[in-house]
């Protein structure tokens, strides 16, 4: 991997560039993503920082770069900086499931009734999944 915006590689790994991540922002994903998983934002990740689960996609917070091209990609905007409020939860969601879910690369086929599911209140209560996806 080479360094991305001048940061040495093992910083963009272990956040370790800005230091403390409580002072840096970051983008999390959010329920609006459960069921929806468009991918489109994978697709334009310089430093690919997504992680796919079964029905959802998360940000490794300590590998974004905060640079926030996905955001606009996101047809459900279900991606989000940190420092809105109440992103605490979704920073946490975002960081274990990345510790867990394999990385993502590419844009794959979002599921079919994805349209179906943008909007639907609640979700992550109701249809999270924890189980990994396929990348």
């Known amino acids: 991997m080479l360094p991305v ?5 093992h910083a963009v790994k272990a956040g370790a560039a800005y230091g403390d ?7 999390v994903v959010t329920e609006a993503c459960i069921k929806c998983k468009y991918m ?9 920082c997504f992680y796919v689960g079964d029905n959802m996609l998360v940000i490794h917070p300590d590998e974004c770069i905060d640079c926030g091209v ?4 996101c047809p459900p905007e279900a991606i989000k900086p940190d420092t809105e409020p ?4 979704w920073l946490g969601v975002n960081r274990e499931y ?8 590419r844009k794959g ?8 599911w943008k ?17």
């Open 86 to 89: 109440g992103m605490e939860r």
């Open 40 to 48: 489109d934002c994978v697709e334009v990740c310089p430093v690919d």
């Open 98 to 105: 990345a510790e867990a879910w394999p990385n993502i690369t």
């Open 21 to 27: 991540r409580k002072s840096a922002m970051t983008y």
């Open 5 to 9: 915006l001048g940061r040495p590689q």
């Open 109 to 116: 086929e979002p599921p079919a009734d994805a349209d179906e």
């Open 70 to 73: 996905c955001e606009p990609e």
């Open 119 to 135: 909007g639907v209140p609640d979700k992550f209560v109701k249809h999270f999944s924890p189980e990994p996806g396929k990348p």
